[in-house]
């Protein structure tokens, strides 16, 4: 299976067919959807925790720094920068099927 990395570098290869990226738009979107599934789950963990930890730092920030540093807080961004980076590619690929589309049709 294809992973974000491999399509973005496809992608910055250039030349692709409309049908490939159509293709590639369809696992792009599947990979959001595990990613925004998995960091909901983060989140809700997230919050678990602040609220356990809270008492234990001066103020919010504090205990934000904290969770963020640790374990979970690296996977949570990790899940976010996914998120975004599929939203990314996956606009690359719409625009580039729109692009090449149009070309086609103004060629003939």
């Known amino acids: 299976m294809l992973s974000l990395d491999d399509i973005q570098a496809e992608l910055e290869k250039g030349n692709m ?3 490939r990226a159509a293709d590639l738009l369809v696992i792009v979107s599947a990979k959001y959807g595990r990613a925004a599934d998995e960091y909901v789950q983060k989140n809700a963990e997230y919050a678990r925790i602040f609220n356990r930890v809270r008492h234990e730092y ?3 920030t ?5 969770i963020e540093n640790s374990e979970l807080g690296i996977e949570t961004n990790y899940w976010k ?6 939203e990314l590619i996956s ?15 103004t060629i003939m």
């Open 58 to 60: 001066k103020s919010d």
């Open 91 to 105: 606009t690359a690929l719409k625009t580039l099927v729109y692009l090449r589309t149009a070309e086609a049709r």
């Open 81 to 86: 920068y996914q998120m975004k980076k599929a």
């Open 17 to 19: 067919l409309p049908g």
């Open 62 to 66: 504090a205990t934000e720094r904290f």
